[in-house]
């Protein structure tokens, strides 16, 4: 059971780049995050996904775009990547949208756009 | 719009201090409280949640943290530090907006560097 994994762990990409962050998990989780961390910023949620084939904006969803094509799959794309977009970016599900679920955990790609 | 506060964004502690650290949200209605912690290089885990019944909840590794209602607060501690202890800890609250309440919203974290 390996729980949320992510690939790639590092990438680095130049300005108008563009890349697609995998996530997978293995617990049958219904719900599928993804979040971005910067310093003293906290996480803040790109975007999320309810179910296979559904996804909704978060916080900050501009210059992202993710899919769900299979349930245990959340993949986020960036098009024309900026350096404003270098973050750690990291990947979470959980069971189901109750408040009082826990949402697990990647390991995190960590991404420079020079 | 809901937020989360950390008053404090590092705290340096020697080995056996005790720890507390300061979470405060902005919601007027029902909450659901968790304390994530993030060791150096590794991803987040949950510490301790909060939903109902007993507001102190005890969590993983020592820590325990009280829910004060009138006063928005959720704040983490532990009697006695250790050095692996070290980490970042990140309250959040759960948004309960929309169509999912599963959404968190995390404050910006604390820092806790424990000296041996």
């Known amino acids: 059971n390996a729980g949320v994994t992510q690939t790639p762990k590092f990438r680095v990409l130049k300005t108008g780049q563009s890349m697609t962050l995998l996530c997978a998990q293995d617990?049958?989780?219904?719900?599928m995050y993804w979040y971005r961390q910067d310093p003293g910023m906290g996480l803040r949620l790109i975007h999320y996904?309810?179910?296979?084939?559904?996804?909704a904006k978060g916080e900050v969803p501009d210059g992202y775009n993710v899919s769900r094509l299979k349930k245990q799959n959340f993949l986020l794309g960036l098009e024309s990547a900026a350096p404003s977009q270098t973050s750690v970016y990291f990947c979470?599900?959980?069971?189901?949208?109750?408040?009082?679920?826990?949402?697990?955990f990647g390991p995190g790609t960590r991404l420079t756009v020079l | 719009a809901q937020s989360v506060s950390q008053h404090n964004h590092h705290v340096i502690l020697s080995e056996a201090a005790s720890l507390e650290l300061g979470c405060n949200y902005s919601?007027?209605?029902?909450?659901?409280l968790f304390w994530y912690v993030q060791y150096p290089g590794q991803h987040l885990q949950l510490l301790l949640k909060?939903?109902?019944?007993?507001?102190l909840v005890k969590g993983i590794k020592g820590f325990e943290a009280e829910f004060i209602k009138s006063k928005f607060s959720f704040n983490l501690r532990k009697p006695s530090v250790q050095w692996s202890d070290t980490a970042e800890y990140f309250c959040?609250?759960?948004?309960?907006?929309?169509?999912?309440?599963?959404?968190?919203?995390f404050g910006k974290g604390t820092k806790l560097s424990v000296k041996p």
């Open positions: 979470a599900s959980s069971s189901s949208g109750f408040g009082t679920d826990t949402q697990y």
């Open positions: 909060y939903f109902s019944g007993d507001p």
């Open positions: 919601y007027g209605g029902t909450v659901n």
């Open positions: 617990m049958n989780h219904e719900y």
């Open positions: 996904s309810v179910g296979e084939g559904t996804t």
């Open positions: 959040a609250v759960n948004a309960g907006y929309g169509g999912s309440q599963g959404n968190l919203i």
